[in-house]
């Protein structure tokens, strides 16, 4: 079969439904789903986890695997029916006309496989080309996928690249045979953002290059906005609003987009005068999904009798191009309404200094041979002269991407590892050689930590209020049994958990919740410190505004320093008194929120407001792509750390960022930068991002 | 008294028995032949949430054999319900057989009627009855765990009575006083083949899952800092565990019974060992949870460790052995010193591989995000192992239990094969066939009993493990 030809739209899903089939009944996960994709177009398919984006994308490949099935409704790709066609003519297609690029590179390429045989496959197997010619396809496309040194790359196995440039190479794979359409699954989400842009920009350049059309599966609606033209909002197993990125974003008609926007950071937002807008409830689960309206329960707008009495249908916004929406009420509703302002909060006074670091160091020896010992030993510069301080009530920011030593500074702090030189003070306590078997129960329970990965952060075996009751007897709160069950309950109540869930399971509660009852034990001892290893990024926006609200909330009420860990910007911003940001084990640049937004930047810092995406069509961005891959902390380059990606390099003069780490610069009011550029390349930089008049 | 035939007055099933097995054969093969050339079997969701296929030539195969089958299981049943009903001999040897187990029926049925009504409620062990394999393998295990249990009430003659008219006579030979039949033969001394396979049972039963038990305790105290802790701690029990591991096991079996060597005391000194680790354990697990707590804590490990203590004692000491301190009053048992040496040697070849499933589970569990909280809240490195690994690393463990319970069996039945470990006369199945195997070519029975019988233990093992593995991936 060769490639037909077909004027029409390269993707239409009409009324598309899809249910999984289980021992207890069935599970529809995407229901009366439309949209179309014309050449050359770019759609985005946005939508919280569970909301059916990505069955969506595996009914396009029919890959639903054995209890998946369409229900209903067709998927006509250049015209012709997907739901009807035979396994046979499926194989020819898949690869060969339409390509899916997954979110773990590493889990899609085969590491048993070198990379050039991987990518010669394709052609070999859909067009029975030879092998010298695949071999010129190939290195053509890494090429083309801005990868150095490609001869070597077709040589190498997957484990021997970084992230980002898998990513890559599997991109490199999807566009091996030139495809019409291209399904991209939350392509950039295991990457760091400075990676991340990169990829993207990549994306894109190729979309225009190979022509090629889109379906863009991504929960971040600020990367939609960057990469696509169109996009469509799904919530719960449904497309709500569907339009361009233009007037979806802008003008939009279905209260649950307006509420995503609403519940994002976006520049302007502040946690003091301007709070974010949390969505009330949860997303429902597919079995217990409300009659009429699935957003009702959670709707601001919704009108009992009226939203819940019917099955709702996909009707036009007048006067737009393609605009559609599932609500009932979106001409009734005044779209241009402020949102009801929430009470405004004093911004909290800062108070003494807790926490003083002055020129940590942290060093790693990693040695060849675990039982003889021996061997190359290597040191690992995980961090590097680390020096601020940290008062009172007081949110720090830690920026940075990985690799860059924030989770090995957190240990040092917690007392995991001890520093290798340099001084923490905790109050007047020096605690930085001290493990935390050796530190008293005031101290521990003075420095708590709220983890990432709400899935990973309780123990999935104990009950809940088990587990909080464990922290309290840890740092002998209560005197008896009694006391402390009281005593967690009150906690449940501070984090805003109903009380009955004390005797729940784990698996019982939604990611939001247990990253609450994470947030419970770490304030169990009523911790003075605490440290948030991005404690919402692994979280659905909706949730994210809710957790970041509580969190401030406990901090205004306990007093307490908050030491927040995070790569995403927004929320930095939105939320922190004062930003460090570290790479590669240095502090490459700490001042204020405004300060650090505000030029002069540091190159890196520069780089990384760029690359974080904005949903926001008002928002001008400089664009600035960083090359290369983040330097290991193993090899690290000599000089100024950042020497190896910077584009301002050039502007200092001789050799000096090559060979001498820079110093630590003051710029007055406590802003620092560690760079070499003088004074008046950093009163030449103008500012990343800037938002346009209304 | 007539010698009873296989089926007695139900021979007349036989030749439809004959007929439904032989249909079975060829739709089967029917089956496998069609699938190669069947198109895609079509298969459509109903509206009511169910899926239905149809689809010519191979979907009639499949219905066939789906029907042959479930024809074949309704006559087997026929032969078992009918000896129950009929009375003792008129259903020949299988209807006997039937009669004689009907403790083991009834508790069975009661068993899997009330597990699969309430088995919602019942976690993993409720899951199993959503998996067919799961179900079998639990049914063939707890067959033989009522059979030892009720073997007292199933037996038709001791264990040890011979009747020197029986030697070697074939299943279904009347007793010389006409009160009862050998229902399957008699063995090279005249003794009953059905009653010492049975009480064989009850051995098998008694000792396997205990000394799995065992291993595993030695297996989880070892392979849990193993884990944890890494570097050279994990690089010398790692590199222990590889040696004994890399030792032949029947070699090992040799010299640990050898007299020399059991006059020296070495498997009781071994067992001093291993035998300390359950005791080891169970205090740790104690005090690492509620030393915040320290008079609960004192009351529960005084507890365990006088209990616990007093077991121990009395399990080494063993009078007239170089291990023997306890006063006779007070010591509650004697193992014998035999038994003694079949869980060392049991615990000795199994905690190996059990140390590397911990230890590797662990490695896996301790980068976990509540193995850090545990950390940064000051917890001590034994409550993290016992309370926040261990018990998230069960799924694998209880699964690799079943399978080792199969083993151990087997191991068991090797050393019976082989004379060591238990008495000549044990009736357990390993010494049973190793008994009757010189005398294969002439009388078969003695030792075929007792090999179906360990075979159907451990097949049902396996499948039972099968099940868990499946039902405790799926949600």
Known sequence: MTKWDYDGPILEIDNLSISFFTRLREIPAVMDFSCTVQPGEAMGLVGESGCGKSTVALGVMRDLGKNGRIVGGSIKFKGRDLTTMTEEELREIRGSQIAMIYQEPMASLNPAMKIGQQLMEVPMIHEGVSKAEAYKRALEVVTDVRLPDPERMLKSYPHQLSGGQQQRIVIAMALMTKPALLILDEPTTALDVTVEAAVVDLVKDLGKKYGTSMLFISHNLGLVLETCNRLCVMYSGEAVETGSIKDVFDKMRHPYTQALFRSIPLPGADKNSRPLVAIPGNFPLPHERPPGCNFGPRCDYFEAGRCDAQEITMAPVEGQDRHDTRCLKFTEIDWNAPPEVAAKQEKTAVGEVVLRMEDLRKYYEVSANALFGGGDTKVVKANETLSFEAREGETLAIVGESGCGKSTFAKVLMGLETATAGTIMLYDNEIQSTPIESRNTETVSGVQMVFQNPFDTLNPSMTVGRQIIRALEIFGEGKTDADRRERMLELLDLVKLPRAFADRMPRQLSGGQKQRVGIARAFAGGAKIVVADEPVSALDVSVQAAVTDLLMEIQRKNKTTLLFISHDLSIVRYLSDRVMVMYLGHVVELGTTDQVFAPPYHPYTEALLSAVPIADTRVKKKHIVLEGEIPSAMNPPPGCPFQTRCRWKSKVPGNLCETEVPPVRRLGNGHQVKCHLSDADFASMEPVIEVAAE | ?475
């Open chain 2, 1 to 475: 008294m007539d010698m009873l035939t296989w089926t007695g007055a139900l021979s007349a099933l036989n030749p439809v028995l004959m007929i439904a097995a032989g249909l079975l054969l060829i739709a089967v093969v029917l089956q496998i032949l069609t699938s190669f050339f069947a198109a895609d079997p079509g298969i459509t969701a109903n509206p009511d949430g169910t899926v239905a296929a149809q689809g010519g030539i191979y979907g009639l195969a499949e219905r066939a054999v789906r029907w042959l089958f479930i024809a074949l299981v309704v006559i087997c049943l026929a032969y078992l319900v009918a000896g129950i009903v009929m009375p003792m001999g008129k259903a020949g040897i299988v209807g006997a057989i039937s009669k004689r187990l009907l403790p083991v029926w009834i508790a069975l049925i009661v068993l899997f009627v009330l597990s699969f009504n309430f088995r919602r409620k019942l976690g993993l062990y409720g899951k199993l009855f959503d998996s067919t394999i799961g179900m079998i393998g639990f049914g063939m295990v707890m067959f033989w765990v009522f059979t030892a249990l009720f073997s007292n009430q199933i037996i038709t003659s001791g264990v040890l009575d011979q009747i020197a008219q029986l030697k070697n006579k074939a299943p279904g030979s009347p007793l010389p006083d006409g009160t009862g039949w050998y229902l399957l033969g008699g063995d090279h001394l005249g003794r009953d083949v059905f009653s010492r396979m049975i009480k064989g049972s009850l051995i098998v039963i008694e000792i396997a899952p205990l000394a799995t038990l065992f291993a595993f305790m030695v297996g989880i105290t070892l392979g849990l800092p193993a884990g944890y802790y890494g570097g050279r701690l994990d690089a010398v029990l790692s590199f222990l565990a590889n040696l004994i591991l890399a030792f032949p096991v029947i070699l090992l079996f040799y010299l640990l019974v050898t007299p020399e060597i059991v006059t020296t005391g070495l498997p009781q000194f071994m067992a001093v060992v291993l035998f300390l680790f359950p005791l080891i354990f169970m205090i740790v697990l104690l005090n690492s949870r509620y030393y915040v707590q320290p008079t609960r804590r004192n009351i529960m490990i005084a507890a365990v460790v006088i209990l616990g203590g007093w077991l121990y004692l009395s399990l080494i000491s063993t009078p007239d052995t170089r291990i023997s301190f306890l006063p006779k009053a007070i010591d509650l048992f004697n193992v014998p010193a035999n038994i003694l040496i079949v869980f060392v040697s049991v615990v000795f070849v199994n905690s190996p591989t059990v140390f590397r499933i911990v230890r590797g589970i662990t490695l896996d569990i301790k980068t976990r995000d509540y193995v850090s909280a545990a950390q940064t809240r000051g917890e001590r490195p034994w409550y993290i192992m016992l309370w926040e690994i261990l018990p998230n690393a069960r799924g694998p463990l209880i699964v690799d239990f079943c399978l080792r319970i199969g083993y151990t069996t087997i191991l068991l039945g090797t050393l019976g094969f082989f004379g060591l470990g238990l008495s000549p006369e044990s009736p357990d199945w390993g010494s049973t066939i190793n008994a009757g195997r010189k005398l294969l070519t002439i009388a078969p029975h003695p030792a075929i009993v007792p090999a179906l019988a360990l075979l159907s233990l451990v097949l049902g093992l396996n499948l039972l493990a099968d099940g868990l593995r499946e039902e405790s991936l799926k949600d």
